[in-house]
């Protein structure tokens, strides 16, 4: 991860047969949130292990006939096995309840324990049992935002204010949400928004794509985790033609957080573009309401 050279490994292959295990996990999220047949999903996860496990022991064989004894990067090379089992471990806290967006207090409590926990757990097992820091949360790790940072900021109020409304309203997909019609449906919608949202880039940003990335080049790492976190936001209702718009969001949020190496700044983008959704929400679901904000 950045925020720390050490938790990347010394070098990563250009390409591995580690990528079958990894991509084996990641491709368990459509199962579990589009076509929604959990034990696929538990078959695919269990095949990435047992694949990370045969992965790691040819691995692991092959150099201690060569290498030297103590070798510096084989004593520091991260286990492909126990991260994908920290990604496998927040894919099935997240998996056993449904995604269905809901308002009320059950709803909110259902998904605070299953979202704290997919987040949670990876990180306390990293912590305490396998005893590294692979998983961290780099608040202000890049430092001072550029002049760039600032303005691309205000393009993301920009496009989401134009696209985010015809996507909405034209497709339909404003109905998988439910309808808010009083002052406290749009209070829990605003924060029920915003806390998804923040957890969107503590798990699939700063867990799966961070454990990811010390074992494949970026650019592979960003392709994994897109397919979780696109996967988690088809369930959760961005559907119809959202991919052509999750896909891209999914791809730069992980791409500006390893050019910033700040948690603080992808959270900031998410919780602007979130912003525009629940406007979009409150104006798809109360016609006249916010009349003159939008185009559609």
Known sequence: MPAAPSALPLARPAWSVGLVPALLACLSAPAFFVLRIPWLGWLLLAAALAAAWLFERRRDAAPAASAPAGDAASVRRPGLLRDLSLIAAGLLIVSAIPLKAELDDL????????????????????????????????????????????????????????????????????????????????????????????????????????????????????????????????????QAWGPVLTIPFALLQGFIFMVTRSLAYVVTVHLLFDAIVFLVLVHAHNPGLLDGLFLV
Do not use: M
């Open 107 to 238: 709803a909110f409590v259902r998904f605070g324990a299953a979202l704290g926990g997919a987040v949670a757990v990876p990180y306390l097992v990293s912590r305490f049992v396998y005893r590294d820091r692979a998983i961290r949360f780099p608040w202000r790790g890049g430092g001072r935002w550029t002049a760039f940072q600032w303005s691309w900021l205000v393009a993301v109020l920009a496009l989401g204010w134009l696209i985010l409304p015809f996507y909405f309203i034209t497709s339909g997909v404003y109905l998988n949400w439910p309808v808010v019609d009083t002052p406290a449906l749009i209070a829990r919608l605003f924060v029920g928004v915003g806390s998804v949202g923040i957890w969107d880039e503590l798990f699939f940003i700063c867990t799966v794509f961070a454990l990811l990335r010390r074992h494949f080049p970026d650019w592979q790492s960003n392709i994994l985790q897109t397919i979780v976190f696109v996967s988690f936001l088809w369930e959760l209702g961005y």
